[in-house]
T-cell receptor, first 113, second 111 residues
Framework: QQQVKQSPQSLIVQKGGISIINCAYENTAFDYFPWYQQFPGKGPALLIA?????SEKKEGRFTISFNKSAKQFSLHIMDSQPGDSATYFCAASVNTGFQKLVFGTGTRLLVSP | KAGVTQTPRYLIKTRGQQVTLSCSPI?????VSWYQQTPGQGLQFLFEYFSETQRNKGNFPGRFSGRQFSNSRSEMNVSTLELGDSALYLC??????????FGSGTRLTVV
């Protein structure tokens, strides 16, 4: 019940295309859903996060779509660029005053020039 | 503003040895969490400290321990190292327990 399932494992998108990564969870107590971007040799960096009281959040080219009834959320990267090539992790936590993040397994994105 | 600093960046240890990893959080951040990242298990929560108190612990054996000092700096220790402990160990800090910023990690190799 603590798992967050992420798909696809890898993704190749042409420059300018839309990258879509999906995550699903079981624990209905989760109330914070962040996405992290990780480059080789670096730690994960927070991209964007959403709470279940909204269905969509957009920051620049990055959008989170959230479906509470389906217990699913997704990351859309519009106008994907080669610099977006990285590994993306979805995560979830129960915000009990601190975060114990449960991470998805990661999606390796390659944006071809 | 300096980020989260982890030292050392790379470490090679022999089975059976122990190791101590260090983390300096962002100035003013009082919450520090540790995660283990491996290709097989992904990112897994180890423990979280706030004001020198461990508030939560992940599902790891007792060989994994940590502490936090009064200046919020944190250390984690792994005793009796096993080959399977080879991983990237990540430290993350936040002001009060949300919106964590990760460091670049310590790459531990056990031989």
């Amino acid at each position: 019940q603590q798992q967050v399932k992420q798909s696809p494992q890898s993704l190749i998108v042409q420059k300018g295309g839309i990258s879509i990564i999906n995550c699903a969870y079981e624990n209905t107590a989760f109330d914070y859903f962040p996405w992290y971007q990780q480059f080789p040799g670096k730690g994960p960096a927070l991209l964007i996060a959403i709470r279940p009281d909204v269905s969509e959040k957009k920051e620049g080219r990055f959008t989170i779509s959230f479906n509470k009834s389906a217990k699913q959320f997704s990351l859309h990267i519009m106008d994907s660029q080669p610099g977006d090539s990285a590994t993306y992790f979805c995560a979830a936590s129960v915000n009990t005053g601190f975060q114990k993040l449960v991470f998805g397994t990661g999606t390796r994105l390659l944006v071809s020039p | 503003k300096a980020g989260v600093t982890q030292t050392p960046r790379y470490l090679i240890k022999t089975r059976g040895q122990q190791v101590t990893l260090s983390c300096s959080p962002i100035s003013g951040h009082r919450s520090v969490s540790w995660y283990q990242q491996t290709p097989g298990q992904g990112l897994q929560f180890l423990f979280e400290y706030f004001s020198e108190t461990q508030r939560n612990k992940g599902n790891f054996p007792g060989r994994f321990s940590g502490r936090q000092f009064s200046n919020s700096r944190s250390e984690m220790n792994v005793s009796t190292l096993e080959l399977g402990d080879s991983a990237l160990y990540l430290c993350a800090s936040s002001l009060g327990g949300s919106g964590y910023t990760f460091g670049s990690g310590t790459r531990l190799t056990v031989v």
